[in-house]
């Protein structure tokens, strides 16, 4: 599906699933290289940047997720980009909601012509990337919400249950970790690169910047989930094994009160001629007591050395 948005002279073309009609089309259009065509069709693992004469290829993988009952679907989705001087084209094979609603932030803005979005395409892009990390913020938010709830359960008796919902979470993380894990490093690069291609625009240079700086803001959110997530872990095992530990030491003690008991019971209900007590008739009251005894001097010695 091909969409294109325009803003006086600025055009976005976004390519959702794109058919090789779709990508031939733009890449006659726009003069893309033909490796680059290649690329917009078939996915790469890693991200990447390359500059040519005439734009930049851009290669970004960002963490998506679909809720369903408070449960997560998250994946890596990849995004091309291919910014040149008046255009700028997208292309990936779902949609993403954060360019979706981008899309119509846009075309408002075109229509209206309330913001001025700026004399090049690399200012379409920065505007893009940022409500992508903005979106990228909401989600570590809705995470972070969740380690919440999760604690307020962990310290109200539901340890057991927060296993699995602490390594949902902690999936959740880990696609965060995985898909940004790169994008240092490509936003560096790219920000040199932009440099160069935009050298005619000197302000353009506090806005590469400031792309690398909503990285970092989302790389931090998402450290910080992560340490939160890990120390709750912890806290979970520790509080799972403390209760794991009482209930052995529990049966321990039953087991300690009873072997007495059962060895007085075997030793009386032993088969032979001649037995002490054989001809008591209070014998089993004897007997009783005698156990009874034994229960509470046990008791008394496990209270005095605290042991229960």
């Given at each position: 599906?091909?969409?294109?948005?325009?803003?006086?002279?600025?055009?976005?073309?976004?390519?959702?699933?794109?058919?090789?009609?779709?990508?031939?089309?733009?890449?006659?259009?726009?003069?893309?290289?033909?490796?680059?065509?290649?690329?917009?069709?078939?996915?790469?693992?890693?991200?990447?940047?390359?500059?040519?004469?005439?734009?930049?290829?851009?290669?970004?993988?960002?963490?998506?997720?679909?809720?369903?009952?408070?449960?997560?679907?998250?994946?890596?989705?990849?995004?091309?980009?291919?910014?040149g001087k008046d255009f700028i084209i997208t292309a990936?094979?779902?949609?993403?909601?954060?360019?979706?609603?981008?899309?119509?932030?846009?075309?408002?803005?075109?229509?209206?012509?309330?913001?001025?979005?700026?004399?090049?395409?690399?200012?379409?892009?920065?505007?893009?990337?940022?409500?992508?990390?903005?979106?990228?913020?909401?989600?570590?938010?809705?995470?972070?919400?969740?380690?919440?709830?999760?604690?307020?359960?962990?310290?109200?008796?539901?340890?057991?249950?927060?296993?699995?919902?602490?390594?949902?979470?902690?999936?959740?993380?880990?696609?965060?970790?995985?898909?940004?894990?790169?994008?240092?490093?490509?936003?560096?690069?790219?920000?040199?690169?932009?440099?160069?291609?935009?050298?005619?625009?000197?302000?353009?240079d506090y806005y590469l910047r400031d792309i690398v700086?909503?990285?970092?803001?989302?790389?931090?959110?998402?450290?910080?989930?992560?340490?939160?997530?890990?120390?709750?872990?912890?806290?979970?095992?520790?509080?799972?094994?403390?209760?794991?530990?009482?209930?052995?030491?529990?049966?321990?003690?039953?087991?300690?009160?009873?072997?007495?008991?059962?060895?007085?019971?075997?030793?009386?209900?032993?088969?032979?001629?001649?037995?002490?007590?054989?001809?008591?008739?209070?014998?089993?009251?004897?007997?009783?007591?005698?156990?009874?005894?034994?229960?509470?001097?046990?008791?008394?010695?496990?209270?005095?050395?605290?042991?229960?």
């Amino acid at each position: 599906m091909l969409n294109t948005y325009q803003y006086k002279k600025l055009t976005w073309i976004d390519l959702q699933a794109p058919t090789p009609n779709e990508v031939r089309e733009v890449v006659d259009k726009y003069k893309i290289q033909p490796l680059i065509a290649e690329e917009l069709i078939t996915p790469n693992v890693k991200p990447k940047v390359d500059i040519y004469p005439e734009h930049i290829y851009l290669i970004l993988h960002f963490p998506t997720f679909k809720r369903n009952d408070g449960l997560s679907d998250g994946s890596a989705q990849e995004i091309d980009f291919i910014i040149g001087k008046d255009f700028i084209i997208t292309a990936h094979d779902k949609e993403i909601e954060p360019l979706r609603i981008f899309a119509k932030s846009f075309e408002i803005n075109s229509i209206l012509d309330k913001r001025q979005i700026g004399e090049h395409a690399g200012y379409i892009f920065y505007y893009m990337m940022r409500a992508i990390y903005n979106s990228l913020h909401d989600e570590l938010e809705y995470t972070h919400s969740s380690l919440n709830a999760a604690e307020h359960k962990i310290f109200h008796g539901e340890e057991k249950n927060m296993v699995f919902r602490l390594s949902e979470i902690n999936r959740d993380v880990l696609i965060f970790r995985e898909s940004l894990n790169l994008h240092k490093e490509v936003l560096t690069s790219f920000e040199a690169a932009g440099k160069r291609f935009f050298s005619f625009d000197d302000k353009f240079d506090y806005y590469l910047r400031d792309i690398v700086g909503e990285f970092y803001k989302v790389q931090n959110s998402t450290q910080n989930c992560k340490d939160y997530l890990e120390e709750l872990r912890r806290t979970n095992d520790s509080l799972l094994s403390t209760k794991q530990n009482e209930v052995m030491k529990t049966f321990t003690i039953m087991a300690f009160f009873f072997l007495p008991l059962t060895f007085i019971g075997q030793l009386f209900g032993m088969s032979i001629h001649y037995f002490p007590l054989e001809n008591d008739p209070n014998a089993f009251w004897e007997i009783g007591l005698t156990m009874l005894a034994i229960v509470v001097v046990t008791y008394a010695l496990f209270r005095r050395n605290k042991w229960m």
